[in-house]
Each structure stands twice: as structure tokens, then as C-alpha cells.
């Protein structure tokens, strides 16, 4: 069966890649791209399969089975949900992709600049498989159905999702940006044709529960980080730095406030 | 009496610790902010914040501001408004709509992508429908036929009044602070985004009656 499904997507993303080196999709493209992904969703056909199989080889191969994600050396069921949490070796509250890159420097014996290389491989680019990306799938896919449960009685974490709530609503750059420009208001907003979610609507839970998410434009899943990166260039700041406290402080506060949100990944987007 | 001043001391008290302790939130979160950004000292001016992003920054929207920071946000920004050599004129409206057109301006992430920091652009069209019949955003308000609302005619075009009606327009653009204080829309004059003269160009783009925002 398993066989089965990866052949079949991998015949859907050969397609797709044909479709994208002879010319970008339209939007409308796009959008029926993603119907079709969901139509395959809906029938146990899932893009995130083939990363989180490889993820699974990369997992081993970092020696990440001994890394603690909050519920013990390699535990993964369930991992995603309750992050951002306080990690006492560290020191430090962290995120997924974060405490990732953590376990990589201290099991796999990467250094912060490898780690960043990485992490950055697929960035920019399109039909990029990346080891970093199928870790994230990994991890994540295996807590899907978890309700998101971070622990804010934590003072540690309770200060960063503080601190992530004043960075959602920062002006700051040439451009006089913030998060909320884009995803605040009661009302329904487009940039061109893409519906944002909205802080205020109590979206954020629909927006964070299903990263990594599989994107038909690129043929390639995004990261959470990869998001935030993404952002903030359209925000006209400089290039975000994965793993740093600016993305715990951010997931702190997103994550924290979809508590209850079933994970369900991978979301399916343009 | 003395009780009375005793309260007025603890309540001032408290108010002040309150205050501080969020301005130290506030610090640090710019801290974390600069920090988890490219450090290239080229681009630290850029996240600078000044005093009207500041208080921008204090609330969640602008029915959550007080009247008082309101107004001081118009006050700082309409102060900060510089108008080209030659005043108010029309300009070349299809310069401004290569301006309006354009996605990349301003954009300097270092990944992959191939947006240079000379590229200029409003990126007028992921918030505004414009010309009838070109997809755009809903954030901002619809320009369809902005000139032609405004009843600018190939008669009228020169007159005090068309004048005074380019200059408010023309004060949006430049600086949309100064009349929606807080507003979404980047201040694109202000921040060197565009000159005078690119804005002008987006003006009559805007609002010239051969345009095709008008036709």
C-alpha cells in the first residue's frame, strides 16, 4: 500500500514539475492543484509521506533518537503538541525546529553554521528535498490528531509568548510592517488572491496546526521557520534567522494561543 | 489629607513600575527582534524604530488607541511630509503605474530569490483593486476610478481645487500616517521608499483623467 502511494504521488509531483519548468502556475492553477491534493488527502493520500520516510532515515542517521523533544531521548508521538516548552539542559524555551537544531549540534556534532546551512537548503528554491525538511515532517506527522497544548503556567514560557505577542505587533522597517498589517482585523482581507487569517477571527489555530505544509507552487513542504522567513522578507526586513529566539518567541505565541487546535499535517497550500 | 496623598504617592507608584515593566518587554522584545534578523550593519537603520512606530507598535489596532496618540501620530507624520522643488503638478502617469505595478521594491532577504535592493515598487495591487479588470487585494480600499470620483475632468485639472485635492492624495501616499495614523500602508515618501517626484508619478497615475485608473 505504502509502495503504492508514493508511486502515485511521485507521478502527481513529476507532473507538477513538468507543468513548472515550462511556465510559473496561475493562480487558478494553483488552486485546482490543491483541490486535487485534497481530493488524494481525503482518500489517505498524504505529500507528506515521502518526506516523512525520509525523514525517518535522516532521523536515525543525526543520532536525533537521542534527542529529548519534552517527553523523553526519541520520543516523537505527540512531541509537536506541546511545544514551545522550557528545556532545563538548554537552558532555554524552544520550539521544534529549534530544539532540532539544538540535538544536531550536540548528536550529530554540526556546528551553528552547518546547522543554518541545513536548515536554509531548500529556501528559495522549488522541488528541493531537503534532509531538514523530512525531519520536520517526521516529527510533526507523528503528532497529528494531538490537540496544541503549550504549557503558558510555565513562567519561562509565559515570558516568551509575552514577548512573541509585542514582536506580532511591532512596526518596524521601511516599510512600517507588522504581523498584525496582515493577519489582525475582524474583517476579511486579501492580499491580491490569498485570504489571510486573522488573530482576531481566532484563526490562528487553522493557521499554525498544520506546518509543515505542503506547498503545489513549489512542490516542496515549508517549515514553520521557512514561513516566518518568507514573512519578513514580504515585510521588507532583513533575512530571517532560523532557530533564533525572534522564531521561539513568535511560535511561543502562535502555538500558545491555538491551544486546543488539532495538528493535522501536512496542510495542503498555493 | 495626608491619606489622601499617601494613596495619590502608591497609586503613581504603581502606575510607574506598571509602565516600566512594560517598556522592558517592549526593550527586549526589540532586542530578540534585531537579534533574530541578518546583522549586516548596512540595514540596521532600517529596523530603527521611531516615535510614531512606537506607539503604533502599543496597540493591537487603532479603535484600541487613545484619541491623545492618535493625534500625536498625525502631528508627527504631517510635520515629516516634503513636497517636490516645484510643488504639487502632474506628473507622468505611466511612471507611476511602472511604480504602482511593481511586487519587489524595497525587498532585501538574501535567499535564493532575485529581488534586488534597487528595485522600486509600491506593490500597489496586494492591497488595492485599481485598474478595472487587474486582480488585486481588499486590505486597503478599491481605487477603481479614483479621479474620476474625486470629479477631476480634462476641464477642471488645473484649477485651486484639483490642486488641493492632489495635494491630499498626494499626502497618502507620501505619508499615509499623516491622515490614517497607523494605517497598513507603509509611509513610502517618508521612508525614502520613493522621492517626490515618484510619488507625483503615482498621484497622477491615481488620479489623471487619460489614465486607465479612470477610464
Same mark, same amino acid.
Given at each position: 500500500m505504502r509502495g503504492k502511494v508514493l508511486t502515485g504521488l511521485v507521478g502527481l509531483m513529476l507532473a507538477g514539475s513538468m507543468m513548472a519548468s515550462s511556465q510559473d502556475l496561475s493562480p487558478e492553477e494553483e488552486i485546482k492543484q490543491v483541490q486535487e491534493f485534497n481530493k488524494l488527502m481525503a482518500e489517505g493520500i498524504n505529500p507528506g509521506e515521502i518526506w516523512?520516510?525520509? @525523514? #525517518?532515515?535522516?532521523?536515525?542517521?543525526?543520532?536525533?533518537?537521542?534527542?529529548?523533544?519534552?517527553? $523523553?531521548? +526519541?520520543?516523537?508521538? +505527540?512531541?509537536?503538541?506541546?511545544?514551545?516548552?522550557?528545556?532545563?539542559?538548554? @537552558? #532555554?524555551?524552544?520550539?521544534?525546529?529549534?530544539?532540532? +537544531?539544538?540535538?544536531?549540534? #550536540?548528536?550529530?556534532?554540526?556546528?551553528?553554521?552547518?546547522?543554518?546551512?541545513?536548515?536554509?537548503?531548500?529556501? @528559495?528554491?522549488?522541488?528541493?528535498? $531537503?534532509?531538514?525538511?523530512?525531519?520536520?515532517?517526521?516529527?510533526?506527522m507523528a503528532s497529528n490528531g494531538q490537540p496544541i497544548k503549550v504549557n503558558l503556567k510555565d513562567p519561562h514560557v509565559k515570558r516568551m509568548y509575552e514577548i512573541g505577542k509585542r514582536i506580532f505587533y511591532a512596526r518596524v522597517g521601511p516599510w512600517d510592517f507588522n504581523c498584525a498589517t496582515c493577519h489582525a482585523g475582524t474583517k476579511v482581507s486579501t492580499i491580491r488572491a490569498t485570504v489571510l487569517w486573522s488573530m482576531d477571527r481566532g484563526e490562528v489555530g487553522k493557521a499554525v496546526s498544520i506546518f509543515p505544509k505542503y506547498l503545489v507552487r513549489w512542490y516542496q513542504p515549508m517549515t514553520m521557520h521557512y514561513r516566518y522567513a518568507e514573512c519578513m522578507r514580504q515585510m521588507r526586513w532583513p533575512t530571517f534567522e532560523p532557530h533564533s529566539d525572534l522564531g521561539v518567541a513568535l511560535s511561543t505565541f502562535l502555538y500558545g494561543s491555538a491551544n486546543g487546535t488539532p495538528i493535522k499535517v501536512p496542510g495542503i497550500g498555493r | 489629607m495626608k491619606r489622601a496623598g499617601f494613596i495619590l504617592t502608591v497609586l503613581l507608584v504603581g502606575m510607574g513600575l506598571g509602565q516600566a515593566q512594560t517598556d522592558k518587554l517592549e526593550q527586549e522584545a526589540m532586542k530578540i527582534l534585531k537579534e533574530g534578523l541578518d546583522k549586516n550593519p548596512q540595514f540596521a537603520w532600517k529596523l530603527q524604530q521611531d516615535e510614531s512606530q512606537r506607539i503604533c507598535s502599543r496597540y493591537p489596532s487603532r479603535e484600541k488607541m487613545p484619541a491623545k496618540e492618535i493625534q500625536k501620530v498625525m502631528e508627527l507624520n504631517a510635520k515629516a511630509i516634503q513636497y517636490p522643488q516645484w510643488g504639487i503638478y502632474w506628473g507622468d502617469w505611466k511612471e507611476g503605474q511602472k511604480i504602482v505595478d511593481s511586487p519587489r521594491g524595497g525587498r532585501y532577504a538574501t535567499y535564493g530569490f532575485s529581488d534586488k535592493p534597487t528595485d522600486k515598487g509600491g506593490n500597489c495591487y496586494a492591497c488595492h483593486l485599481i485598474e478595472k479588470g487587474k486582480p488585486g487585494g481588499t486590505m486597503g480600499p478599491s481605487l477603481t476610478g479614483y479621479g474620476k470620483r474625486y470629479g477631476i475632468t480634462k476641464e477642471n485639472m488645473n484649477t485651486p481645487e484639483t490642486i488641493e485635492k492632489q495635494k491630499t492624495v498626494y499626502n497618502i501616499v507620501y505619508n499615509s500616517w499623516s491622515v490614517f495614523p497607523c494605517s497598513a500602508m507603509p509611509r513610502f515618501g517618508y521612508h525614502g521608499v520613493l522621492s517626490p517626484e515618484d510619488v507625483m508619478n503615482v498621484v497622477t497615475f491615481l488620479l489623471h483623467p487619460d489614465s486607465p485608473v479612470n477610464k
Amino acid at each position: 500500500m505504502r509502495g503504492k502511494v508514493l508511486t502515485g504521488l511521485v507521478g502527481l509531483m513529476l507532473a507538477g514539475s513538468m507543468m513548472a519548468s515550462s511556465q510559473d502556475l496561475s493562480p487558478e492553477e494553483e488552486i485546482k492543484q490543491v483541490q486535487e491534493f485534497n481530493k488524494l488527502m481525503a482518500e489517505g493520500i498524504n505529500p507528506g509521506e515521502i518526506w516523512a520516510e525520509m @525523514g #525517518k532515515e535522516a532521523f536515525k542517521k543525526y543520532n536525533l533518537d537521542k534527542c529529548d523533544f519534552g517527553l $523523553g531521548p +526519541g520520543k516523537i508521538e +505527540g512531541a509537536l503538541a506541546q511545544l514551545p516548552r522550557y528545556f532545563p539542559d538548554a @537552558g #532555554k524555551v524552544m520550539d521544534l525546529e529549534t530544539r532540532i +537544531g539544538w540535538c544536531l549540534q #550536540k548528536y550529530a556534532n554540526m556546528k551553528p553554521e552547518e546547522v543554518k546551512k541545513f536548515v536554509m537548503q531548500c529556501w @528559495g528554491k522549488s522541488q528541493c528535498m $531537503g534532509e531538514y525538511d523530512a525531519i520536520v515532517m517526521y516529527i510533526s506527522m507523528a503528532s497529528n490528531g494531538q490537540p496544541i497544548k503549550v504549557n503558558l503556567k510555565d513562567p519561562h514560557v509565559k515570558r516568551m509568548y509575552e514577548i512573541g505577542k509585542r514582536i506580532f505587533y511591532a512596526r518596524v522597517g521601511p516599510w512600517d510592517f507588522n504581523c498584525a498589517t496582515c493577519h489582525a482585523g475582524t474583517k476579511v482581507s486579501t492580499i491580491r488572491a490569498t485570504v489571510l487569517w486573522s488573530m482576531d477571527r481566532g484563526e490562528v489555530g487553522k493557521a499554525v496546526s498544520i506546518f509543515p505544509k505542503y506547498l503545489v507552487r513549489w512542490y516542496q513542504p515549508m517549515t514553520m521557520h521557512y514561513r516566518y522567513a518568507e514573512c519578513m522578507r514580504q515585510m521588507r526586513w532583513p533575512t530571517f534567522e532560523p532557530h533564533s529566539d525572534l522564531g521561539v518567541a513568535l511560535s511561543t505565541f502562535l502555538y500558545g494561543s491555538a491551544n486546543g487546535t488539532p495538528i493535522k499535517v501536512p496542510g495542503i497550500g498555493r | 489629607m495626608k491619606r489622601a496623598g499617601f494613596i495619590l504617592t502608591v497609586l503613581l507608584v504603581g502606575m510607574g513600575l506598571g509602565q516600566a515593566q512594560t517598556d522592558k518587554l517592549e526593550q527586549e522584545a526589540m532586542k530578540i527582534l534585531k537579534e533574530g534578523l541578518d546583522k549586516n550593519p548596512q540595514f540596521a537603520w532600517k529596523l530603527q524604530q521611531d516615535e510614531s512606530q512606537r506607539i503604533c507598535s502599543r496597540y493591537p489596532s487603532r479603535e484600541k488607541m487613545p484619541a491623545k496618540e492618535i493625534q500625536k501620530v498625525m502631528e508627527l507624520n504631517a510635520k515629516a511630509i516634503q513636497y517636490p522643488q516645484w510643488g504639487i503638478y502632474w506628473g507622468d502617469w505611466k511612471e507611476g503605474q511602472k511604480i504602482v505595478d511593481s511586487p519587489r521594491g524595497g525587498r532585501y532577504a538574501t535567499y535564493g530569490f532575485s529581488d534586488k535592493p534597487t528595485d522600486k515598487g509600491g506593490n500597489c495591487y496586494a492591497c488595492h483593486l485599481i485598474e478595472k479588470g487587474k486582480p488585486g487585494g481588499t486590505m486597503g480600499p478599491s481605487l477603481t476610478g479614483y479621479g474620476k470620483r474625486y470629479g477631476i475632468t480634462k476641464e477642471n485639472m488645473n484649477t485651486p481645487e484639483t490642486i488641493e485635492k492632489q495635494k491630499t492624495v498626494y499626502n497618502i501616499v507620501y505619508n499615509s500616517w499623516s491622515v490614517f495614523p497607523c494605517s497598513a500602508m507603509p509611509r513610502f515618501g517618508y521612508h525614502g521608499v520613493l522621492s517626490p517626484e515618484d510619488v507625483m508619478n503615482v498621484v497622477t497615475f491615481l488620479l489623471h483623467p487619460d489614465s486607465p485608473v479612470n477610464k
